[in-house]
């Protein structure tokens, strides 16, 4: 069974400041997507960032960006330049190709500080 | 609206009672899905819907919650006899299905927040 791991549950970091939050993931699948999405205080989940696990390139969205690397099973979030509004709770999540189901991580809540 | 609609957002409901959550998922959309989210934690998927298929039950806690999709469109989710420990928001989410076969990106509604007193 696949396995979303996010081991950081609570991070804060400063307005304008580079954050990173680690996600690894458990899966004996080849081919999969695996996707950042973001929970602000309104509880709307937002599709942040999606990669393709047969793309080596890193998917880019703006301000976020994922380092993928696929051998050590791993796929984390870097938020640059952060701001006020990027305060949020973050999960990471995996899906096989071809299934049905996503698998989130536990999530980590993210606190940009003014 | 272009989005996935869950109504309601808010619900109170007493131990014991029927609670019905809805969601319109985006239009065109064949896959429908229901989730659980308690306090402070991840998401737990609950059921799946896709076309005119059987639905994907294997994540439903118990015979007291049960859902519905009404001519491949709006979903309803009912829990039978709640009791305090359903308390959490309910998201659901739906996405398209690709000409190629494969699942889509999900894209979530904003929640019902359900309290059992």
């Known amino acids: 069974a696949q396995t979303v791991t996010q081991s950081q549950p609570e991070m804060s970091v400063q307005e304008a400041e580079t954050v990173t939050l680690s996600c690894t993931y458990d899966?004996?699948?080849?081919?999969?997507?695996l996707f950042w999405y973001k929970q602000p205080p309104s509880r709307q989940m937002i599709l942040v960032i999606r990669?393709?696990?047969?793309?080596?390139q890193n998917a880019t969205e703006n301000r976020f960006s994922v380092n993928f690397q696929k051998a050590a099973k791993s796929f984390s979030l870097k938020i640059s330049d952060s701001q006020l509004g990027d305060t949020a709770m973050y999960f990471c999540?995996?899906?096989?190709?071809?299934?049905?189901?996503?698998?989130f991580g536990k999530g980590t809540r993210l606190h940009i500080l003014p | 609206g272009a989005g996935v609609s869950q109504s309601p957002s808010n619900k109170v409901t007493e131990k014991g009672k029927d609670v019905e959550l809805r969601c319109d998922p985006i239009?065109?959309?064949?896959?429908l899905y229901w989730y659980r989210q308690s306090l402070g934690q991840g998401l737990e998927f609950l059921i799946y819907?896709?076309?005119?298929?059987?639905?994907?039950k294997s994540g439903l806690p118990s015979d007291r919650f049960s859902a519905e999709r009404t001519g491949g469109s709006v979903s309803t989710l009912t829990i039978q006899r709640t009791q305090q420990e359903d308390s959490a928001v309910y998201l659901c989410?739906?996405?398209?299905?690709?000409?190629?076969?494969?699942?889509?990106?999900?894209?979530f509604g904003p929640g019902t927040r359900l309290l059992v007193l």
């Open positions: 990669q393709e696990a047969y793309k080596q």
């Open positions: 899966t004996s699948e080849n081919n999969y997507y």
């Open positions: 999540a995996f899906m096989k190709l071809q299934d049905d189901k996503i698998i």
């Open positions: 819907f896709q076309g005119n298929s059987a639905p994907d």
């Open positions: 989410a739906s996405s398209p299905w690709t000409a190629g076969g494969y699942q889509e990106t999900q894209y």
């Open positions: 239009s065109g959309h064949t896959a």
